[in-house]
């Protein structure tokens, strides 16, 4: 590798006799160690530090909680201090989850983390995508780090979905239940995924579906994700970050805007290492507070699974109320397709789709090193704001039940007004940001040039 | 391979045409058919393995346990509607006349007791006698009662509640009318819940299957 004429050798570990001996023999004194972090002034570029370490948490508590829980479904007797269920027959899942939480020590606290670390995971995966987003950052060369980083996303959901399953509760398994008849909706390789994902029928064979669900939950999806993570940290590390040069180059020492070949930023040793410790630390301490003060799924609530009925209420977690969205939006039939087709899955799938595809959608050419600033540029801010907008009015609409009995009228009532909205609201938003923007970017007296979202906005302010 | 025109050919051409010969995919050399075969052997062995492998995982699934009861086999005619506990019902008193109330019930499984799979859920409901109406089958209710299958066409979810007459699922807000032969009235379900046809036996009015389920349980299209 070419040195580049500004990087200073860091002597700074030559008296360090451990630095020495493992210098000797892993050469680190290669670039790795001064891998440069630029600076960036919202710290915006931490959230994927906080997605990685989050899922050093999860596996962490995950360790913990599978060594104590028992995937089966055969009924056996509770004895624990959960009066409630005391002496009666539960499954063994559930029974194992009570005992997990209520009757080992330090269990309940791990549990909660646990579940925390789940919700933590997943948002800091979507604000992390979202700032890739905002700033451009998975242009030309970095499309495939966003493939990477989507599929990462979509992995988290199904890891999540699968873990969801496992205390078996009345809750949990009505939204196993509605995920195997969405999978069996799937034309043609429906009844093979079914049995592939599942391994039996649902709720008819759960005491095969269970401890499946548990391998994937425990083994083979965390490994999909920990090799996805190690790709993207590797594309990562090879490609450099992008830099906002306004932020990370003001100082008259640092080397012209004009040269994008190199990128300048505090190394990871010792100085990002420093911030990554402080931001470990600070999701630990996040999540240890949530865990002791916020518990999530009241599995005694919710009560052990029931065959029989489906309680009221019930919804999945918040990171899949925009599919129940969609499910709940369609009406029986939509152009003669059945909606639990266009509901479940085709309207799903092309939402993935264009999230996933979105760096072909937007496609450049040339190779952009340098962030760019959302305001300066309309069309993509403008898919982003509307792209939001979209999600959470599906959220709204997956919720259409609370909806209805806050304005005190039926579901089925709001339900076209929520359609209209669904589709609305986003355009809307959409149209506002864009001529927002344009028109900022006119009145600015800049000349704006042909292809001006694609160069000015790599230039700060 | 083609050599029409050997003298024009100084160095410099000649190391052109052997980097061709390597580098386009389209000429028909010894190497790029060698490289072809080995593709498609390769694919081959690793697309078996991965075809068996996931075909494997699959067919186990479906082995894996219990056998699925078709829609005709849960109900057969002249079997007993039982509540949970396994108690055959009384026409007379199992739900009040025209109160139009529901209660979940499950066909009696040979030797006694409720055959409480999920498929099996019943929902009995009893309106009076005048109050149904097209397309509910009249002649499969008897005395005001109606019954349904309870799993929601949907996804499955077990149509648990009520929303004043009407039947209500509670996972993605079907409306069903149970006095119009539970088709829907609003909601995603793609159609109405199957009926099942009922009656009273002749000896001691306890209420009856007469028939099989109208069509064919939760989730199918």
Redesign the interface.
Known sequence: MQRNPWERRDQKYEGSRLYRWLDDRLNLEDTFLGKAFPEDRYSSFLLGEVALFTFVILAITGTFLGLLYHPSVEKVKYTGNVAQFAGQKVPAAYASVLHITYDYPFGMFIRMMHHWAAYLFISAMGLHMLRIFFTGAYRNPREPNWLIGSTLLLTGLVEAFMGYALPYDNFSA?AT??G???T??VPVLG??L???V????F???A??VLP?MFFLHVFLVPAVIAGLIGAHLFLLIRQKHTEDPGASRASPEAPPKEDDSVVVGIPLVPNQAAITMIVFLLVAATLSFLAALFPVQNVIATGPTN????????GPDWYFMWV?GF???????VFGI???LI??VILPTITILLLVGWPFIDRHVGQVHYTANPLKRPKQTAVGVGAISFIIMLSVAGM??TVADLLNT???AI?TWLIVLTVGIPILEGLIVYYTLSSSMEKGGRPAPAGAAQTAGSDDD | MDDSEPERTDDAQAGRQQRDEVYQPSKMTRRNAAKFLAAISGTAAIGGFAVDYLMGLSAAGSQGGTKKLGYKDIYTKGVRLVDKDGNSLKASDALAAGSGKEMDVFPEKKGGGALMVKDATTLLVRFAEGDYQAPTKTDGTVKGYVAYSKVCTHEGCLVSGRQGEDLHCPCHNTIYDPRKGAKVVSGPAPRALPQLPIGISKSDELLIATGPFTGPIGPTE
Do not use: C, Q, W, Y
């Open positions: 009505t239940n509605i195997f008849a969405m069996g909706a009844p093979i079914k049995n592939l599942f391994g039996g029928d709720p008819g064979d005491a095969a499946r065959t029989t009925t489906t309680p009221a209420g019930v129940f499910l709940k939006l369609m009406p029986s039939k059945s909606s639990r509901g479940g259409n039940s039926t579901p089925g339900n």
